[in-house]
C-alpha cells in the first residue's frame, strides 16, 4: 500500500523519534471516512488489521519514524520550561487533494521522554470525547483539529478508576503551538525559532513571504486568527477549559479537547473544568486570556520585529493591542446574526449585551434561546421577566430598521444559531455507553453533530436537572 504519509520535516532539537508502545489488541472503533478519503486515505485499508495497525502505532512506514515534538508552556500563569509530547506521537504530515499540508499524530500511544510521571496513555472516555467536540466544531465552521479515527488498545488505563484505554488519530494543520516557540525562547536557541517561524509560515501564512518583515505578518495573523475563532467560541458558548500556552495554536485551530464544554444555561463567569480553582478560563475571560497568551508569542519573537530593542517593543505593544479591537469586531460580526441583523447600528452591542444579561438572570439556555429566536418561537415564558418583554419589543424596532425582509432575517439567524451542540450530557451519555461495549450512541450523536443547524427536537434539548453535567475532567 502507497500511504500519502511523509516525514515531518522536525530536526532533532525539535522532536525525538520515539515508537509507540505496544497494544494487546488494538481495535478500530471509529473511522472519518470523509476525512480520510480527503487525506488521500482508503477507508477500506484503513480498517483492514495494516490500517488499525498504523492508526495503533504498532507499524510504520520506512523511514518516516514516529516523532514527540518539544514544547513548554504557561499552564494556569505558571511557566513549565518543557512539557512536550508526553502521550503523543506525530506520525508523518500528509497532503489532501487541495494541496493543504497536514500533521497525523496519535493521542494516547505510549510515554516518550517527555512523558515526565504520566504513562503516555489515554482512556476511551477522553478519546471520545475530543472526537465528538471536535467534528461538532468542524461542522460548526469552527476552526478545529479533527478527528480521523479511534482504536481501542484492549488494555485498561489507570485513572481514578480502571477504564479502557484509546488512542486518538488527531488531524492538524500543524501542532504548533506558542509553547514551541516558547521552548526555545526559553534556551535562547534563535537558530530553531526561525527555524519554526519559517514553517509556521510556509503552512499558515505563505503570503507573509512577500512582506517585508515576513514575522511580524506572521504575528499579525496569528492575533486575527485568535481573534476570530475566540470569537467564534463566544457566540456558540464554548468553554475551552485550558487555555494554556501549550494548548493554543498559530494556525488558529481549536486545540486539545480536554475539560473542554458548551454552555448550557448561560453564566457568564461558567467554569467547567475541575481542575481551574480560579477561574483563570472560565467562559467571560478567554477572549482576556487569549491576549495574554498572545503576548507570551510576542516575546519569544521580539529579536525578529526588529535588531533594537525598544523598537521591537513598541512594534509588539501595537500589534498586541489591535487584538481587543479585532475581537470586539469578530463577536459583532459573530453575534449580529445571531439576531439577524445584517446592517450595523452604534446601539448592536449593548443590545446584545442587554440580552446575555437578560439570559443569565432568567436563567436561559444559550444555544436553544438564540434558535428560538431563529424559529420565532417566543422566547417569554411564564417565568420571563419584564425585562425580556421589554427587550423583545427593542430588537422588534431594531429589526424593523433592517434593510432586509423578516424571512431573510430569519434565514440568516438559522445559519447562525445551531440547534444542536454537543451537550455535555450527550457526551457523557454517549461515553458511558461506549464503555460498557455499545458505541450506538456514539454513533448517532456523531452523525446529529454533522448537522448542527438542522432542527431536531430531540438532539436540542437542554439537559433535564439530573442530567447536568457541573464539572469536566482533562481525563490525562
Ligand atoms: P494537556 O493537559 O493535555 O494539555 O497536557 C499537558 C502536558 O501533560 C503535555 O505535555 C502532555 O503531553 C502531558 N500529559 C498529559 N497526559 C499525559 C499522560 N497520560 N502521560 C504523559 N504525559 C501526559
Ligand atoms: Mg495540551
Known amino acids: 500500500m502507497n500511504l500519502p504519509l511523509h516525514r515531518a520535516p522536525f530536526p532533532a532539537s525539535m522532536a525525538v523519534e520515539v515508537d509507540p508502545a505496544r497494544f494487546a489488541s488494538p481495535h478500530l472503533v471509529a473511522l472519518n471516512e470523509a476525512l480520510a478519503t ?19 502505532g504498532q507499524t510504520h512506514i520506512k523511514g518516516v519514524p514516529a516523532m514527540a515534538q518539544a514544547y513548554a508552556g504557561h499552564q494556569f500563569g505558571q511557566f513549565v520550561p518543557q512539557l512536550g509530547d508526553g ?10 487533494h487541495a494541496g493543504q499540508v497536514h500533521d497525523m499524530q496519535l493521542k494516547g500511544s505510549g510515554p516518550t521522554p517527555f512523558s515526565r510521571r504520566g504513562d503516555g496513555l489515554a482512556a476511551l472516555g477522553p478519546v471520545l470525547r475530543e472526537y465528538l467536540v471536535s467534528e461538532a466544531m468542524a461542522a460548526l465552521g469552527v476552526p478545529t483539529t479533527r478527528a480521523l479515527a479511534a482504536v481501542t488498545t484492549g488494555e485498561t488505563v489507570w485513572r481514578d478508576r480502571p477504564q479502557p484505554g484509546a ?62 475563532l475566540i470569537a467564534h467560541w463566544m457566540s ?5 477549559g485550558v487555555m494554556n500556552t501549550d494548548n493554543m495554536t498559530l494556525s488558529g485551530e481549536t486545540i486539545d479537547y480536554g475539560p473542554c464544554a458548551f454552555l448550557d444555561i448561560y453564566r457568564h463567569d461558567k467554569v467547567f473544568s475541575s481542575i481551574d480553582h480560579n477561574g483563570r478560563y472560565a467562559y467571560v475571560n478567554q477572549p482576556r486570556l487569549a491576549g495574554w497568551n498572545l503576548a507570551r508569542l510576542a516575546e519569544t519573537l521580539l529579536p525578529f520585529f526588529d535588531p533594537d530593542e525598544n523598537r521591537a517593543l513598541t512594534w509588539a505593544q501595537e500589534a498586541l493591542g489591535r487584538f481587543q479591537d479585532l475581537y470586539q469586531e469578530a463577536w459583532l460580526a459573530r453575534m449580529r446574526p445571531k439576531l439577524g441583523l445584517t446592517a450595523s447600528e452604534t446601539q448592536d452591542k449593548a443590545l446584545i449585551e442587554t440580552l446575555l444579561q437578560i439570559m443569565e438572570k432568567d436563567r436561559m439556555d444559550w444555544t436553544l434561546s438564540f434558535r428560538r429566536l431563529a424559529r420565532n418561537d417566543s422566547l417569554v415564558e411564564p417565568t420571563s421577566s419584564e425585562a425580556l418583554l421589554d427587550w423583545m419589543m427593542e430588537w422588534q424596532a431594531r429589526r424593523d430598521r433592517e434593510p432586509v425582509p423578516a424571512e431573510r432575517q430569519y434565514a440568516l439567524m438559522r445559519q447562525s444559531n445551531p440547534a444542536v451542540i454537543a451537550r455535555n450530557h450527550r457526551v457523557a451519555e454517549a461515553i458511558t ?40 475532567f482533562c481525563g490525562t
Do not use: K
Open 433 to 472: 455507553s461506549a464503555e460498557n461495549g455499545d458505541f450506538t450512541v456514539f454513533e448517532n450523536l456523531l452523525q446529529r453533530l454533522r448537522h448542527p443547524f438542522a432542527d431536531d427536537s430531540t438532539y436540542e434539548m437542554p439537559p433535564l436537572p439530573e442530567q447536568i453535567v457541573h464539572a469536566t
Open 87 to 96: 502521550r503523543a506521537h506525530l506520525l508523518g504530515i500528509v497532503t489532501d
Open 236 to 240: 456558540l458558548g464554548f468553554v475551552h
Open 167 to 228: 488512542v486518538l488519530t488527531r488531524i492538524a494543520s500543524s501542532h504548533l503551538r506558542v509553547g514551541t516557540f516558547q521552548y526555545f525562547a526559553a534556551r535562547e536557541d534563535r537558530e530553531s525559532l526561525e527555524f519554526l517561524c519559517a514553517l509556521a509560515i510556509e503552512r499558515h501564512v505563505p503570503s507573509a513571504h512577500d512582506c517585508e518583515n515576513p514575522i511580524r505578518a506572521l504575528y499579525e495573523s496569528v492575533v486575527a486568527r485568535q481573534a476570530r
Open 38 to 56: 480527503e487525506l488521500g486515505f482508503s477507508p477500506d485499508w484503513l480498517r483492514s488489521p495494516e490500517g488499525v495497525a498504523l492508526l495503533s
